[in-house]
């Protein structure tokens, strides 16, 4: 959106700022879905000047520089305002303590506030038609909604199936992703730190979500393995980069069984 000028958003009706957003945008900065609506209910009581330069305002703080820290407290306060059910907020609590890229965080936070893009959410808002593109890339004939996606699609049970292998529990009930989270955090609670396991979680969902965009931009074949061992390599990373103390294990013990690591 930084290619954009106010000015090249809309228009001026007899004194009236009118947005146009839609028709405006460039192609390579296109919102969809959620992102679209949620810009057009940030905007609808802003109204420009005819006089000034455009210039970018952080706007979401105390602070007039954009931080990731003054973005958590927007959307933590963004979430009390809306009156979130206590399994919403207590997964949001545990997620932004987590141990995560701040990129995985914001993920996240759309996920277990039902706010992904998913294919079911673009059909409802208009922005695809065909109903056959709002069905699960993983070769099911389910919508595609948030639920299906992380929990429910059969073809990525494997994954689930292998990630709570690896970390040597049974899989919990999956009847809603926060639950979900959770119930895998109490799951582990005598042998692993919370911030840890948010974060193995968390890297399924985000690997699972990646290659589910892999699929639609990139013409990949879904690959149960592929996701689970990219979810290995990933919080390897995470462990090996954010830890302050000498990581305690090397990959291949990482890879075989992380509750020796962590
Ligand atoms: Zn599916």
Known sequence: MKSCSVSNLGWWEDNVWKWGLIDNIPVHDQLVGVELEELCRILEDVVPTYAGMDKIVWIGGEMNAFTVREY?????????AKGLQPVVRDAIKVLWKGWMPS??????????????????????RNIITNTDLSLCVFGCDSAENSLHLFLNCAFLAGVWKKIMEWLGIDAPLRTDCCDHFLQVMN?????????????????????????????????????????VHNVKMFTWWWLALGSKQRVLCNFYEWFHNPLVCV
Do not use: H
């Open 72 to 80: 958590y407290k927007k959307l933590l306060l963004e979430g009390r």
């Open 103 to 124: 990129k995985v965080k914001i993920f996240g936070w759309r996920l277990l506030m039902d706010r992904l893009a998913t294919r079911e959410q673009l059909m409802k």
């Open 187 to 227: 799951a582990l609670r005598n042998y692993c730190s919370p911030r840890r396991v948010a974060g193995i979680w968390m890297a399924t969902c985000w690997c699972i979500w990646k290659q589910r965009n892999d699929i639609i931009f990139n013409n990949v074949v879904g690959d149960v393995d592929e996701i």
